[in-house]
């Protein structure tokens, strides 16, 4: 599949307010491709190279601002989940326990699922980056492709050491709020028909995202200079086991 397609197919499967943040791959194309052939330094390069930074930012400010509510988000969580617990549990109130847990678990699968999304979000724009630059070179002659990804390799959009961190600890805490089977019986009926409806489609975004990236990963059996960084993604056995419970609705 070519790139420009899957990216678009990514973002149609990304969440509605993240498919303005994406690279605007379409527009670097139709730069590249007014470009006159082995005549560099044309006005055409240099709005080209003006785009390219401008995308750069973009793509930095969004992933950078994403990163910051999720680590707000994710401490959030961990003191509801312990206030709950207190204010349940010593007052033997265990069916609102099941019930108040039930909805902090959606909160923590949206969570985890917006975080691999940002992930993937890196990936595909660093190989979108990465491909439009190719086009460049071989379209003008000259050799922009090695400069600009030294130039990326250290942007924060590049660097996800913190949410790959932020993800395992996610991962981590999913055994505190998913409820038990019995417990999860309790809930009412419109209240699971709720439930499962909402995070079936993070799930589903979260599933894309990933086989996009371990698509990518694949694209390559040797490791060079433009290659993806190798990254620790959940597995989809893992993805499975967050996704919520299939429940009997009437």
């Known amino acids: 599949m070519k790139f420009g397609k899957r990216l678009k197919e990514q973002i149609e499967e990304s969440l509605p307010e993240w498919r ?5 791959y379409k527009d670097l194309k139709q730069l590249v491709k007014l470009i006159p052939e082995a005549q560099p330094c044309s ?3 240099a709005e080209f190279i003006e785009l390219l930074n401008f995308e750069i930012d973009k793509l930095n400010d969004f992933f950078v601002e994403q990163e910051e509510k999720f680590i707000i988000r994710q401490r959030d969580l961990l003191e509801m989940i312990k206030r709950v617990a207190e204010v349940y549990q010593t007052r033997r109130r265990e069916e609102e326990y099941v019930k108040e847990m039930s909805r902090i678990r959606k909160e923590v699968v949206d969570l985890h699922g917006e975080m691999v999304l940002l992930e993937n979000y890196s990936s595909i724009n660093y190989t979108g ?8 070179d071989k379209r003008s002659g000259c050799l922009l492709r090695l400069l ?3 130039k ?11 949410i790959s961190k932020l993800v395992k600890e996610c991962e ?3 055994d505190l709020v998913f409820p038990s089977k019995a417990g999860h019986q309790q809930l009412k009926q419109e209240e699971k028909r709720k439930l499962v409806g909402e995070e079936q489609s993070i799930f589903r975004s979260t599933v894309v995202a990933l086989m996009t990236m371990q698509e990518m990963r694949k694209g390559s059996s040797t490791y060079g200079q433009f290659s993806l960084p190798p990254l620790s993604l959940p597995d989809v056995d893992l993805l499975q ?8 609705i009437p």
Not at 20 to 24: A, H, R
């Open 241 to 248: 086991s967050l996704q919520p419970p299939p429940v009997p």
């Open 148 to 150: 600009f990804i030294e």
């Open 129 to 136: 980056l990465g491909k439009i630059l190719k086009k460049y």
């Open 43 to 45: 006005k055409v390069e």
């Open 152 to 162: 990326i390799l250290k942007q924060p959009f590049f660097t996800t050491d913190l």
């Open 20 to 24: 303005d943040k994406f690279l605007s």
């Open 172 to 174: 981590s805490i999913t």
